[in-house]
């Protein structure tokens, strides 16, 4: 449902252009976010940056190279690991952390 505060705009790329596949390379790594989903965090993170804020600490969901390895005597006192969330629900959880 759709709210009157909100601004909402389409947008169109060429098929095969580059930056589409980098959206979609992106929306992949951050576990299944949506076009326009990616491009709201995209943009919201960018002015943050842009105004010398901190953006979340999430990691994408596939990407092992974006994770900080965690130290031995950390991993010891981690909690034991959850049951496997499916990633649109990581996606929802990273953006609403946007949202705060």
Known sequence: MRNDDDVYWNTSLPRLHEALQALDTFCKEWGGLSRAEATRRILIEWDRLRRGK???????????????????????????????????????????????
């Not at 965690?70 to 946007?98: C, D, G, T, W």
């Open 54 to 100: 901190d953006v979340s600490a999430w990691a994408p969901a596939t990407s092992a190279q974006w994770v900080m390895p965690v130290p031995q005597e950390q991993q010891r006192m981690l909690p034991p690991p959850h049951k496997p969330v499916r990633a649109n629900q990581v996606a929802r959880a990273a953006s609403r952390v946007l949202d705060e």
